[in-house]
């Protein structure tokens, strides 16, 4: 701030700020919505997902309990609908026999309650109660908006019927991307202390030491997938873990989800179009186990969650981390496929100006990338605002991803955000890449 500026244009532009990515986190809620008549809406597409009417109406709800409610004290705007739309009271598959909020109630819902939300944000003083600070509050609400449209948009995929959504393709490579990238043995900072609207589970920043390793320099592709299928990869239980192989025999699994057998290739559905599968393309909708026996069949490993945020982050010029493989400048177009701009990921080689000081490509965006690690706090981490964002999440039952995807908007990705599920999920836009211990003999004294 320079000393001529009144003390409140922090809080003016803060504001605004705010604003927009409420109203752009709605628009796209909206557009998910409004593209499926209602019957579509309040049917069950998989008993992974809900209805797309109970997120609509839950999201309303958590933006009523956390800004109307308890950031501006104000009267409930409907205090009986609570539970029906508690994430934790109500499993997934028993949400369709919900009397949940027809469409056109849970539109008004959501209307009434975004008003108030605008009329408590012209008012609001941003003063130093944590809730507050930074607006933090309304981050986590527009992040959870976000969450919830990519959720919207992986049950989009597990749709049936005519296509509904599109988008452009996104862009064609732009560099040669290959191989992997030696990440020298050092310490680096892990996670952030001073990023406003970092979750609990980023946070605090702390310094970890890594011995020497390598890391692809792309996501695994669908080309390099094929070639694990190809070789009977589904048919090894030596590439599995045993709880693995477990599970691929139970699911019966043979490739991602959503593929088929094309002719001597194969073919894949997209929101409900079918195309031929492009080998430049990271793989998505891998499940944890499958990423693990492809990653053992090619005489690698997951990186641990550590490794692949220095990778992402850690500029050994500076001797800092950024907040993006990039810089600590928030993702423009040219630098990851974020934000359901495009609805696949796009070929390695697409975002060279993504790549990140040691040369690693696609990190942010384009597929989430499961790493070998279970998800646990930070060293030192505190609980904010409540337990049931990260904190009963923590246990060996969850695998971490990192980086984001396609369906991923930039207000819930940064280069130390954090995203974790159960290891046999794969409807969500899930791929990986390798990593493995480097020799010494491939390490500069
Ligand atoms: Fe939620």
Redesign the pocket.
């Known amino acids: 701030m320079t000393t001529t500026e009144r003390p409140d244009a922090d809080a003016e532009r803060l504001r605004d700020r705010i604003a927009a990515e409420l109203a752009r986190a709605r628009a796209r809620t909206a557009l998910l919505t409004d593209a499926v008549d209602d019957d579509d809406l309040t049917r069950q597409h998989s008993t992974l997902m809900s209805p797309l009417v109970w997120d609509l109406a ?2 309303g709800n ?1 933006e009523e309990l956390w800004l109307v409610r308890d950031v501006g004290g104000r009267e409930p705007v409907r205090h009986d609908i609570d539970d029906l739309y508690d ?1 934790f009271k109500q499993p997934r598959r028993d949400r369709p026999s919900l009397p949940l909020l027809p469409p056109a109630e849970a539109r008004a819902y959501v209307r009434t309650v975004r008003d108030k939300v605008y009329d408590l944000l012209d008012c609001i003083r941003f003063t130093e109660r944590p809730l507050v600070a930074d607006g933090f509050a309304f981050a986590m609400i527009v992040q ?1 908006e976000q ?2 449209d990519e959720t919207m948009l992986a049950t989009h995929q597990l749709r049936a019927g005519a296509p509904v959504l599109d988008a452009p393709p996104p862009p064609e490579p732009r560099a040669r991307v290959g191989g992997e990238v030696l990440v020298p043995a050092g310490p680096f900072t892990m996670g952030t202390s001073t990023d406003p609207w970092a979750l609990d589970n980023e946070r605090p920043a702390h310094t970890v030491d890594l011995p020497a390793y390598a890391i692809d320099a792309a996501p695994v592709t669908n080309g390099q997938y094929r070639e694990f299928i190809a070789a009977g990869g589904y048919d090894e239980p030596r590439w599995w873990s045993e709880a693995g192989w477990r599970h691929r025999n139970e699911a019966d699994l043979s490739a991602p989800m959503h593929w088929r057998r094309d002719g001597d290739g194969w073919a894949y559905r997209r929101f409900g179009r079918w195309s031929p599968v492009r080998d430049d393309e990271p793989v998505v909708h891998v499940c944890w186990y499958e990423a693990q026996a492809y990653a053992a069949w090619a005489g690698k490993r997951l990186p641990t969650e550590a490794e692949w945020e220095k990778a992402a982050r850690w500029d050994p010029a500076a001797g800092r981390s950024r907040r993006y493989p990039w810089g600590d400048a928030d993702p423009g177009d040219a630098h990851a496929n974020l934000g359901q701009r495009h609805l696949w990921p796009a070929p390695v080689g697409a975002y060279p100006q993504g790549a990140s000081p040691l040369g690693v490509h696609q990190l942010i965006g384009d597929v989430w990338e499961w790493t070998s690690s279970t998800f646990r706090g930070h060293p030192g981490f505190t609980v904010f605002p409540y337990r049931e964002y990260s904190e009963v999440f923590f246990g060996d039952d969850h695998r971490v991803l990192r980086g984001g995807s396609f369906g991923t908007d930039r207000s819930a990705c940064r280069g130390t955000f954090r995203n974790w599920d159960y290891p046999i999920r794969r409807q969500i836009f899930s791929g990986f890449r390798c990593a493995r211990d480097a020799g010494a003999e491939e390490c500069p004294a």
């Open positions: 839950h999201v958590q994430a959870h969450q919830h």
